[in-house]
């Protein structure tokens, strides 16, 4: 198969969606620091994966618990392999066995964690449960929490030569079914959501950027910015190499962003639906001509 990269870079607007330890009553988001100290939040890639395989539609892969103790480990079943489930021949595995190397598949689809474009100010939450405590004349407890309302941005990129294909088990799919999960896989992208602390967040891509490369790198995953509500055009077009820039394609939801327009003209942005479909139908035409 010839070499190609499947790559999108995604912002998306959410609330409080991934939380870290506890600090006494504190719930704190999970955060990273840039700069001069500006605080950032972000949501793991860990979370959005198991979102992902969450929405696939297929079955999650069985798991077992092995060894005792604190040596215990949870790790995939030696039956759990890539032909009966794409969630691990998406995102791999590794199954450990006693007096042996075990056996082990690299992440064919990799993600990026999502960062907030925005800062965040030290927002609290407070939570009470006073509703319960009036019904028997109880005294409320209170809590509270990190929020932060923001824009992120996160990138996946999917190997389409190494899926379906797994040199461990001797497995290869045919080229219908690899082209099956890809076009699933980015289905659950434009309608991705998390559910936490009751609310259900929604992830799906308000600007998104890519395509199917000759090359396999996250293309676009660091000159994607909002400032002011409006995507930065020139960070962007400062990465279009002629080669990248034959198969790019640009998706946006109207009215999202203030520079709609400038996206339109710039980046021929179309509409949401049809970036995903360009995507899929090039999916499509990289398996049909291997």
């Given at each position: 198969m010839k070499i190609k990269g499947l790559?999108?870079?995604?912002?998306?607007?959410?609330?409080s969606a991934n939380y870290g330890e506890s600090?006494?009553?504190?719930?704190?988001?999970?955060?990273?620091?840039?700069?001069?100290?500006?605080?950032?939040t972000y949501i793991s890639r860990q979370a959005l994966r198991y979102n992902i395989a969450e929405q696939l539609g297929e079955d999650l892969a069985p798991v077992k618990a092995e060894g005792s103790?604190?040596?215990?480990?949870?790790?995939?079943?030696?039956?759990?392999?890539?032909?009966?489930?794409?969630?691990?021949?998406?995102?791999?595995?590794?199954k450990t066995e006693k007096g042996t190397g075990?056996?082990?598949?690299?992440?064919?689809?990799r993600l990026s964690n999502a960062i907030s474009l925005e800062s965040f100010k030290g927002d609290l939450d407070f939570l009470t449960n006073k509703g319960q405590a009036d019904k028997i004349k109880e005294n409320m407890n209170i809590a509270q929490a990190e929020i932060h309302r923001s824009y992120y941005r996160y990138t996946i990129t999917a190997d389409l030569e190494q899926i379906g294909e797994d040199k461990?088990?001797?497995?290869?799919?045919?080229?219908?079914e690899r082209a099956r999960r890809?076009?699933?896989?980015?289905?659950?992208?434009?309608?991705?959501?998390?559910?936490?602390?009751?609310?259900?967040?929604?992830?799906?891509?308000?600007?998104?950027?890519?395509?199917?490369?000759?090359i396999k790198n996250?293309?676009?995953?660091?000159?994607?910015?909002?400032?002011?509500?409006?995507?930065?055009?020139?960070?962007?077009?400062?990465?279009?190499?002629?080669?990248?820039?034959?198969d790019t394609y640009c998706g946006v939801v109207d009215r999202s962003f203030d520079n709609t327009n400038e996206?339109?003209?710039?980046?021929h942005a179309s509409s949401m639906p049809d970036f995903f479909t360009l995507l899929k139908q090039k999916v499509d035409m990289y398996y049909e001509s291997n």
């Open positions: 790559t999108i870079t995604v912002i998306f607007q959410a609330e600090v006494g009553n504190v719930a704190s988001l999970k955060k990273i620091s840039r700069g001069q100290g500006d605080q950032y103790g604190e040596k215990k480990v949870v790790q995939f079943s030696e039956d759990a392999t890539i032909d009966k489930y794409p969630e691990i021949d998406f995102f791999g595995y590794l075990g056996k082990k598949r690299n992440a064919k689809v461990e088990y001797a497995i290869s799919l045919d080229n219908k890809v076009k699933r896989l980015l289905d659950t992208i434009a309608f991705l959501y998390r559910d936490i602390r009751g609310r259900r967040e929604d992830l799906k891509p308000l600007f998104a950027i890519g395509g199917v490369y000759d996250p293309v676009f995953q660091n000159v994607v910015s909002v400032k002011n509500n409006c995507i930065d055009v020139a960070e962007i077009k400062g990465v279009l190499y002629d080669n990248i820039e034959v996206l339109k003209e710039q980046l």
